[in-house]
Structures are given as structure tokens and as C-alpha cells.
């Protein structure tokens, strides 16, 4: 097929921008056609009269941009007619076609919600790093981090979302969701992830954040006691728990004391890694904010975003691994 004047001069420039090295890497690093085999029996099929469906894969690409820039149903929309390497990206030429409106997008999102494909997503995307040999699944970091809401009450039920509630961080109040995640201690990749109200305590989920094959539990102070609770009792684990910051100011300056101070910041070296996703997820993909109201929703979309997360991580790793198979 002919290139419009616009792809061949897209094609001809000298600088690639972030943007287009970022896009080019996740293309590289996506499993798409394990993707779209996920989704692809829910997906309409088109027949009969009517306009048949837009493609699934330009619908799965958009919905990517979508997390990874942080963006609306109609900020994707408008991006894909502002930005040529988010429709290359795509897979759209603007000379021979529009492109999918913010409804479409909207409509293939709620397909996803709806049938739990966002996990679906998520899972393919680990199991496909765990081929490549990412996920080690000897260790597990848990943590979870606070993702405000909107308090506002000006809306049509006249009141805050009620899957949504208030937890105190240190002597602030929040109002908002937690995201509790599972981390692989070698490779800092999220292999589990659960969505709760705010108020919900980071050690009461411990138990959904394992995978069964680890050893090794790592976690801040706030999971103290996890061993000793009923869903745990029984898990063949050594629990790696940080001290509480009264304990460890507490300790002697003797030698005993001294090993203890070290262990304590071994154990806060690895659990360094899982701070990895949370800043893809806040930072890279700005979601600092629910953007949906209800609990499933959100979580559904978190799913998404530490699945792209996991290969923002592993993207560079992932084209080592895959070229030592070409050689």
C-alpha cells in the first residue's frame, strides 16, 4: 500500500523523540498476539448488517496508549490526530481514515471491565516474562500504595464515591483506594495485584499477593504479626519483616546490635525494587488519581497499568533475551 506525504516524511526524520523510542519499545516487548487471543472471543464478530467493528488490535493499541500516557477516552482520541508516532503506533493513516472515536474506546473498555480481561492482560503479560526467564518466584515483596479519589460530591448522586474511603498516612488523611501489589525480588516485576478502599490494612492482604512458590516474604513494618494471622499460619515462607522505626532506634551499639542494623538494611535494599512499578504507574503513566467511580472499575484498570508497567521494567531486558534466541 502507498505511504501518504505525511508517513513518508514521518518516516524520513532525522531525531526519534522519547516518545518514539518508548512506543517502539513497548511494540517490541508486548506479547500482542497472546493479547488479542484473550480477548478476541468476546470481541463483536460483525455479522450481519451494520458497520462491521474496527479491528481488535487498533483497539487494544489504543487502549495501550491509553495507560501509558494517562490519558481520557478523549484524550486518546484527540492524541492520535496530534501525534504521529502514537498513529503509527496505532497502526492509523489519517489520508485514508479516521480515526476510532472516544465512544469506541469507551465501549471497548467496558468490554474489558465487564468480562475480567483487564486481569486476563495482566496474567499473559507475567506468564510471557516468566517464559523469558524475568520472574525467579524464590522471593516476593508486598506493599501497597494510597491512590486518591475525587471527594467531590457534585455529581448526580450528590456524594463521594462510596467504594472509596479515608486512611491516615503518617498524621494526613487520604480518601481514596490502595493498590496492594506482589513483587519478584530478583526482578522487581509485579506478579499479583489487588484493589481495596483506602482504609483496607496492607497486611490483610498479604495471603492474595503470593504466587505459592516463593520462600521469601519481604515487607515494611506495617506487615508485622503477618505470619501470625489464620490465612498464614500455614504458609511455608520466611517471613522478612522490617523492624518498627522505634525497635530499630532502640537497638544496642553492641556487636549483636550492629548485625541487626545490617540485616535491617538488607532487607530494605530488596525491598527497594517494589518501588519500581508504583513510579511507572504514578509518575510514567500518571496515575496518581482514580479515574473511574466503584471499586471494580479501578481495579480493573490497575490490572492494565502494572501489566504495561511490568514491560516498561522489562522492555530492554526482554530485547537481550529475545535476540540471544535469534543468535
Given at each position: ?225 503477618v505470619g501470625k494471622r489464620e490465612e498464614n499460619r500455614d504458609t ?92
Open positions: 500500500m502507498q505511504s501518504s506525504f505525511s508517513e513518508l516524511e514521518y518516516a524520513t526524520k532525522k531525531k526519534l523523540t522519547r516518545r518514539d523510542r518508548f512506543l517502539a519499545e513497548i511494540d517490541a516487548a508486548a506479547p500482542w498476539m497472546v493479547l488479542a487471543a484473550e480477548i478476541e472471543p468476546f470481541y463483536p464478530k460483525g455479522e450481519g448488517r451494520g458497520r462491521p467493528p474496527i479491528g481488535l488490535m487498533r483497539m487494544l493499541r489504543m487502549y495501550v496508549v491509553q495507560q501509558c500516557f494517562g490519558l481520557s477516552d478523549e484524550g486518546v482520541e484527540d492524541a492520535v490526530y496530534d501525534s504521529q508516532a502514537i498513529r503509527a503506533f496505532v497502526g492509523i493513516d489519517l489520508s485514508r481514515e479516521a480515526a476510532p472515536d472516544a465512544t469506541t474506546l469507551l465501549k471497548f473498555r467496558r468490554l474489558l471491565e465487564q468480562n475480567g480481561l483487564t486481569r486476563k492482560i495482566f496474567e499473559a503479560i507475567t506468564a510471557h516474562l516468566a517464559e523469558k526467564g524475568l520472574l525467579m518466584r524464590e522471593g516476593t515483596i508486598v506493599d501497597a500504595t494510597l491512590i486518591a479519589a475525587s471527594p467531590s460530591t457534585k455529581n448526580r448522586s450528590k456524594a463521594r464515591d462510596p467504594d472509596m474511603h479515608q486512611s491516615k498516612k503518617g498524621n494526613q488523611w487520604y480518601f481514596g483506594m490502595k493498590a496492594h501489589i506482589g513483587v519478584d525480588a530478583e526482578s522487581g516485576l509485579v506478579h499479583a495485584v489487588v484493589g481495596t478502599a483506602g482504609n483496607v490494612s496492607d497486611v490483610s492482604q498479604t495471603h492474595a499477593l503470593l504466587h505459592g512458590e516463593e520462600t521469601l516474604v519481604f515487607g515494611d513494618a506495617g506487615y508485622q504479626g511455608p515462607v520466611s517471613w522478612q519483616v522490617a523492624m518498627k522505626r522505634s525497635q530499630r532506634k532502640a537497638l544496642p551499639g553492641d556487636e549483636l546490635g550492629q548485625l541487626r542494623e545490617k540485616a535491617e538494611k538488607l532487607k530494605a535494599s530488596i525491598r527497594a525494587k517494589v518501588e519500581h512499578p508504583f513510579h511507572v504507574v504514578k509518575n510514567l503513566f500518571k496515575h496518581r488519581k482514580t479515574r473511574y467511580r466503584g471499586l471494580a472499575k479501578n481495579e480493573a484498570q490497575l490490572f492494565a497499568l502494572f501489566g504495561m508497567a511490568n514491560l516498561v521494567l522489562a522492555r530492554r531486558r526482554l530485547l537481550v533475551v529475545c535476540a540471544q534466541g535469534a543468535s
